[in-house]
């Protein structure tokens, strides 16, 4: 490592990486129902995967901490994750599969996702502690919903006594995250997430979520665009017109963007920021799959540098 590269703030993802098989059907089925699908891609997802690939490919040095089986598609993880921009530290779990994501992509609209989640629940604290050590005030720590709610306690806890800038992401929910709101920096939640922890909606419940602690909060709207608030405001930056072909990842894109443009300028989260990452995630819905259609490492790097972008 560079000299250059040492004074450099870093960001610790600590999530699942999973294989993502979607399957597009022209309408989402209910309970009881068949429908037919075509299997329209395979490749990389997971969430903590999707974000530490987009906040790699900002420019920001990103470590992505997992854990992956022994199997085919803990290969295909961990030859797909040795393609980016980015440190890993995956741990090999013999006696456990490797986390897969089933997802159900309407066309043009909404998806479903089921996703399993066992490898990643398999991480220990200890083993999150052993990267934290390397972990400065200032650098990122990212967290979603996938580890156990134990072990996603115990490294909020230890960013906060590192001075490190959290960010939660409390998705797949759990009521245990209400806990964690008071050691956050930066939550980003959609409008489900944002219900589940206030049962309340839009301004409301960003103004609950502010009183519980968090210093600022992102909110995704969909095709609405977000809201970023803090406690002395709160702003709206809407969505860009663009195809919609495939949603998944496309948030896991937006909040990567939008934290590594933050970090990058030496700032909290801020407008330009979210606006980069509006952009990025409008890319992303116009192909299928996650990962594979986020933006590549030139467009989001000239995104998050140019002025001209906010």
């Not at 599969?97 to 991480?123: K, L, M």
């Not at 806990?179 to 920096?185: P, Q």
Request: glycine content about 8%; proline content about 3%; some cysteine.
């Amino acid at each position: 490592m560079s000299a250059k590269e040492e004074n450099l703030r870093r960001a610790f993802v600590f999530g699942n990486a999973a294989v993502d098989e979607v399957f597009q059907v022209r309408d989402l089925p209910v309970a009881g129902e068949s429908v037919l699908g075509t299997t329209a891609s395979m490749g990389l997802g997971g969430k903590g995967a999707n974000q530490a690939i987009a906040l790699a490919r900002t420019g920001m040095p990103t470590t992505l901490l997992s854990a992956v089986g022994s199997d085919w598609y803990g290969r295909e993880i961990t030859k797909a994750l040795s393609c980016e921009p980015l440190e890993t530290e995956l741990f090999e779990r013999k006696d456990i599969p490797s986390d897969r994501s089933i997802v159900f992509a309407q066309e043009h609209g909404d998806n479903v996702i089921v996703t399993t989640n066992a490898c990643a629940r398999s991480i220990s604290a200890n083993e999150c502690m052993s990267l934290l050590e390397h972990c400065r005030a200032g650098d990122a720590v990212l967290l979603q919903g996938n580890l156990r709610t134990d072990v996603t306690a115990t490294v909020c806890q230890e960013a906060r006594r590192r001075d490190a800038f959290l960010v939660l992401n409390p998705s797949p929910f759990d009521t245990a995250f209400h806990d964690l709101l008071n050691l956050t920096d930066a939550l980003f939640v959609n409008e489900s997430e944002a219900f589940s922890l206030t049962g309340l909606s839009r301004q409301e419940a960003l103004a609950a979520l502010l009183r519980a602690g968090p210093r600022q909060i992102v909110l995704t709207l969909g095709s609405e665009g977000s809201l970023l608030a803090c406690k002395s405001e709160v702003i709206h930056v809407p969505a860009i017109k663009a195809e919609i072909v495939d949603v998944t990842g496309a948030g896991d894109c937006f909040e990567g963007v939008a934290v590594g443009s933050s970090l990058r300028r030496g700032n909290r989260i801020d407008e330009a920021a979210i606006i980069h990452a509006t952009k990025a995630a409008g890319q992303t819905i116009g192909a299928l799959g996650a990962s594979q259609a986020f933006p590549n490492k030139k467009v989001i790097e000239s995104l998050v540098q140019n002025s001209d972008a906010v």
